[in-house]
C-alpha cells in the first residue's frame, strides 16, 4: 500500500467556480506537500449541464463533456503549477459516493464550498458536508475569500481546534505537519466553560472554579503539543466560551482551520460533531477536517 507522502492529493471537480477555485489551492497544497494532484469529477450524465464553462470553452452547453470538464481544470492546475504531476479522470457515479471512495487512496481531499446545483442560501453544499462527514483521509472544505493561496507568501497562520482527545489527536498531528511545511505559525486553541456561571462578564480569576475549568484546559493543550516539531513556533490560547464560537472566530484572518472528527467503525449516520459542523458552515476560512477513529 502506498505511504501518505506518495498518495495523490484528491480535488473533486464540477465545473463551477468555487470548484475552479479549489484546483488554484489544491494546486498550491499538492507543490508544498511533494504530491500529485488528482482531478475527479464525479457525474451521472453524459453531458455537462452548466453554462459557465461552456462560455469558457467556447461550445454551446449541448456540446461540452465531462472529459471536457476535467481537462479544463487540470490545464488551469498545470498554468498555475507548471511542475506538478496531474492526472484527471471521470466518474459516472454520484459525487458523495466517488469522493469517498478516492478518500481511501488520497492523502488529503479538496472540495469548494458549493458546486454547481449549490443554492445562494445554503451555507455549505451537500457533497461537501458529506464527503467531510465519511471520508477516510483528512477533508479540506474551501470557505471564506480567501485568495486560493495555500501558502501565502511571508507565511501564515494554521489554527487547531484541541478537543477531547487532547492526548492523541489526528487534527493536531495534521496540524503539526501542516504548519512545517508552509512555515505557518500554529494557534493551538482550547475552549473551556464553566456550568455554574451564567455570564463572563468578569475575571475567570474571580472564580475558583473557573480556574480550574481554565487550568484543566491549559492541561489539555500542554498534552496535546506535547510532540509538536521543534521548528513550528506554537501559540497557545485558552479562551472561554462555547467550542464552535470561539474556533470560528479564531480562524478570521487564519489560512487554515483545523478540527477532528470522530469516526465510529460500523455507524454509517452522520458522523460530524456540532463543533465540525459549525466551522464548516461558518468559518471565513479553509477547513480542514481530520478523521479520528473512536
Not at 485558552?238 to 482551520?257: F, I, K, N, S
Request: charged share 25%; proline share 6%; aromatic share 4%.
Amino acid at each position: 500500500m502506498s505511504t501518505t507522502e506518495e498518495r495523490p492529493l484528491v480535488v473533486g471537480v464540477d465545473g463551477s467556480e468555487p470548484s475552479l477555485r479549489a484546483v488554484d489551492w489544491a494546486a498550491d497544497e499538492a507543490v508544498v506537500r511533494g504530491v500529485p494532484l488528482r482531478l475527479v469529477y464525479a457525474c451521472l450524465w453524459e453531458r455537462y449541464e452548466g453554462a459557465a464553462l461552456a462560455h469558457d470553452l467556447g461550445k454551446p452547453a449541448a456540446r461540452v463533456l465531462p472529459q471536457d470538464v476535467v481537462g479544463a481544470a487540470a490545464a488551469r492546475a498545470r498554468a498555475r503549477q507548471p511542475g506538478l504531476k496531474v492526472s484527471a479522470d471521470v466518474v459516472f457515479e454520484e459525487p458523495e459516493y466517488a469522493l469517498v471512495h478516492e478518500a481511501r487512496q488520497a492523502s488529503a481531499l479538496v472540495v469548494g464550498s458549493r458546486g454547481r446545483s449549490g443554492l445562494a442560501e445554503m451555507l455549505l453544499g451537500s457533497v461537501s458536508l458529506t464527503v467531510a462527514a465519511h471520508a477516510d483521509c483528512p477533508v479540506i472544505v474551501l470557505r471564506g475569500n480567501h485568495d486560493m493561496r495555500a501558502t501565502p507568501p511571508g507565511g501564515g497562520r494554521v489554527v487547531v481546534g484541541v478537543g477531547e482527545d487532547a492526548k492523541d489527536s489526528a487534527a493536531v498531528r495534521f496540524a503539526f505537519e501542516e504548519a512545517r511545511r508552509r512555515g505557518a505559525v500554529l494557534e493551538a486553541v482550547r475552549a473551556w466553560r464553566c456550568p455554574a456561571r451564567e455570564t463572563t462578564d468578569y475575571p475567570p480569576a474571580d472564580d475558583i472554579a473557573a480556574r480550574r475549568h481554565q487550568e484543566q484546559a491549559e492541561e489539555a493543550l500542554t498534552q496535546a503539543l506535547q510532540d509538536a516539531p521543534p521548528e513550528v513556533e506554537i501559540k497557545r490560547r485558552t479562551v472561554e466560551g462555547h467550542p464552535r464560537r470561539v474556533l470560528v472566530e479564531a480562524a478570521h484572518g487564519a489560512d487554515l482551520l483545523i478540527v477532528g472528527a470522530k469516526r465510529r467503525n460500523g455507524h454509517l449516520g452522520f458522523q460530524l460533531g456540532r463543533v465540525t459542523h459549525a466551522a464548516l458552515h461558518h468559518s471565513t476560512c479553509p477547513v480542514a477536517v481530520v478523521p479520528q477513529q473512536a
